[in-house]
């Protein structure tokens, strides 16, 4: 990498919260992002040159657009710094922070304001299920499903099945972990909820399907909420030596492919692993930071929009071998304990899935996690963690190392 890009801070709202039902807005979601993130960095508002915002969905749950001038809005300090709104579904908070490191690396800007913002609990849950949908090949693929993404990643699942086999008892347990670090963390939407251990059965009362063989502990939330972390170059600390001793970006990975799942299953058939535009972001982002692979890192955060992506991930992260990502969660490899931690946050099916916003929220666990201030979360010792954010069908997937060397 081009000079080092450090993260200053950041900050998280509470997932759990539904701010329409609360007589809220984007306005409030921002703000409270925005002066939350600098609040936690340690700066004033004059000290940002650039704002980056990722958000996937603003006009279809709540008719707003522009969000790019939305931080100027709700503070006028932030008037006249150059601001841009990054679209990629689920991966939008992660293009953003991209974009953001590419002003820094560039010279252009010096300190750089990421925000992830989303509000989905405007509308009722099927109607949020359909706006969510436009990330698939709109009118090519999942014509028949009532639920799009449940749809795609149970075909995911049967693509698994049929080259390696897949016990769906092994995605059950991984959603059940993720529910169960969900329940220390103060920001996780489902901290509070009561969950059974047939909640995590192929029991169609407590866990019923929702598309084909997923159920309804696979999938993760209809979330409201905004993350945000503060990026500045080497010339900042330079000038602010006070700031020094942060987490810093080691190293990055960016892979887009076109928009229908059949392709890329069908680009993969003859490849080791299902999904090798995967497997390169990921590669791409150890090789950046100059780690061997994933056991170069002390944890991961990674994309469970279903626990069938989280099961793609295991593997395609190097975890295990192609296809055997069962072992590594019936080895308890994936617990906080464990080998190789894998969201300690509780990831999108225990914090919350508030699309936009994910690529950030995991960019702020990273962080937390190797300066050591990730609360009850903590993974003892970490010094470096990765990420992966996936949009759509892993139409665009970001990978990041964050480290404190």
């Not at 103060?186 to 009362?205: H, I, K, M, V």
């Not at 309804?216 to 939330?221: A, G, P, T």
């Not at 010094?383 to 069908?393: D, K, P, V, Y």
């Amino acid at each position: 990498m081009t000079g080092a890009v450090s993260i200053l801070g950041g900050h998280q709202t509470d997932f759990a919260r539904n701010w329409a039902r609360q007589g809220l807005e984007f306005s409030d979601l921002t703000a409270e992002v925005v002066r939350g993130t600098l609040q936690d960095a340690g700066l004033e508002p004059s000290d940002v040159d650039v704002i980056h915002v990722g958000n996937a969905f603003g006009q279809l749950f709540t008719g707003q657009g522009q969000l790019g001038g939305m931080p100027a809005t709700v503070l006028p300090e932030l008037w006249g710094v150059p601001a841009s709104r990054h679209e990629a579904a689920c991966a939008s908070g992660g293009i953003a922070a991209l974009a953001a490191m590419a002003d820094l690396e560039s010279g252009r800007y010096d300190c750089a304001l990421v925000l992830g913002l989303e509000l989905e609990r405007t509308v009722p849950g099927d109607l949020a299920a359909r706006h969510l949908g436009a990330a698939a090949w709109i009118g090519h693929e999942g014509q028949d499903a009532t639920f799009m993404w449940p749809y795609m990643f149970s075909a995911l699942a049967d693509e698994y099945d049929r080259r390696y086999g897949l016990d769906d008892a092994h995605l059950r347990a991984i959603a059940e972990l993720n529910f169960a670090n969900a329940r220390v963390n103060p920001l996780a939407q489902t901290r509070g909820w009561a969950l059974t251990e047939a909640s995590f059965a192929a029991d169609d009362q407590a866990n019923p399907l929702v598309e084909g063989r997923l159920r309804r502990h696979d999938c993760s939330q209809i979330t409201d909420g905004g993350a945000g972390v503060v990026l500045v170059s080497e010339r900042f600390l330079e000038r602010r030596p006070e700031f020094g001793g942060r987490a810093r970006i080691l190293g990055w990975g960016h892979r887009t492919v076109g928009l229908p799942l059949e392709a890329k299953l069908a680009r993969g058939r003859d490849e080791p692993y299902v999904l090798p535009h995967v497997r390169q972001a990921a590669l791409d982002a150890f090789a950046r930071a100059g780690v061997a692979g994933v056991d170069g890192v002390d944890g991961i955060e990674t994309h469970d929009c279903f626990s069938m992506s989280e099961y793609m991930a295991i593997d395609h992260l190097g975890i295990t071998g192609p296809g055997e990502s069962w072992k590594a969660v019936e080895n308890g490899e994936l617990e906080r304990g464990g080998r190789i931690p894998v969201n300690p946050s509780g990831g999108l099916i225990g914090v919350g899935h508030p699309v936009g916003a994910t690529g950030v929220r995991m960019l702020v666990d990273a962080s937390r996690q190797v300066t050591g201030r990730a609360g009850d979360t903590q993974v003892e010792g970490a010094r470096r963690f990765a990420t992966l954010n996936i949009g759509g069908s892993t139409t665009t997937t970001v990978s990041f190392v964050v480290g404190t060397d």
